[in-house]
């Protein structure tokens, strides 16, 4: 039987943070992660993706946006890949992966990297968010925005039968950026692994067969 662990609202600590807090303590995730030796328990997010859509297989290139602080690339180095990391904070050196810092909005930033991959990459990964406003559709729309970006760098790197994995929130404008990925890619499916909280409005678009 698993005890929960309650954290009481400390001076100078929010009701929020707290809430947060309690919330990392009690997560079985953060503790696997912990276990496992990867930087996050976003790790198990694109473990399950990986597995259930059969991605990431040895020698592939992997092209990882918004990577910090570098658990999606740990999981793809696990798998056998080759990784290129861009964040556009400091991330820590993983050994195996080039990592880069960048804005992924900033298109000449990019350019360098866009340019040394193009045609090469079986896989862009993003796990992309903007900070939270607290603003439901204000979220949703930088979150789409990120994705948006991310989709314009699958299309001039990713090889023919390549793939994208992004991060957008529920919230109905998804199904506009739904139908251009549809116009690229053989596949396009949403799936919500279960590391994803259930009260979070975070899915992921899996879209497979470049083209």
Avoid at 78 to 83: A, F, L, S, Y
Avoid at 152 to 161: D, F, I, M, R, Y
Wanted: net charge positive; aromatic share 6%.
């Amino acid at each position: 039987m698993r005890i929960r662990t309650r954290v009481h609202t400390a001076k100078g600590r929010s009701v929020s943070s707290t809430r947060w807090l309690e919330r990392q303590l009690n997560d079985p995730f953060v503790a696997a992660a912990k276990k496992a030796g990867y930087r996050s328990r976003a790790a198990f997010k694109l473990v399950e993706i990986a597995d259930h859509f059969d991605l990431l297989r040895r020698q592939n290139v992997v092209l990882d946006l918004g990577a910090a602080p570098g658990s999606w690339s740990q999981v793809a180095l696990t798998r056998g890949c080759r990784v290129v990391a861009v964040d556009i904070n400091p991330m820590e050196a993983l050994d195996g992966v080039e990592t880069h810092q960048a804005d992924v909005l900033d298109h000449g930033a990019l350019q360098p990297i866009v340019q040394a991959l193009a045609g090469h990459c079986d896989a862009v990964l993003s796990d992309m968010a903007a900070p939270a406003t607290g603003h439901r559709g204000t979220d949703h729309d930088r979150v789409l925005t990120l994705c948006e970006a991310a989709f314009e760098v699958a299309e001039k790197v990713l090889k023919p039968g390549g793939t994208f994995v992004a991060k957008i929130l529920r919230g109905g404008t998804e199904a506009d950026l739904t139908r251009r990925l549809k116009t690229r890619f053989a596949t396009v499916k949403n799936y919500k692994p279960k590391a994803s909280r259930s009260d979070s409005a975070e899915m992921y678009v899996v879209a497979s067969g470049f083209r």
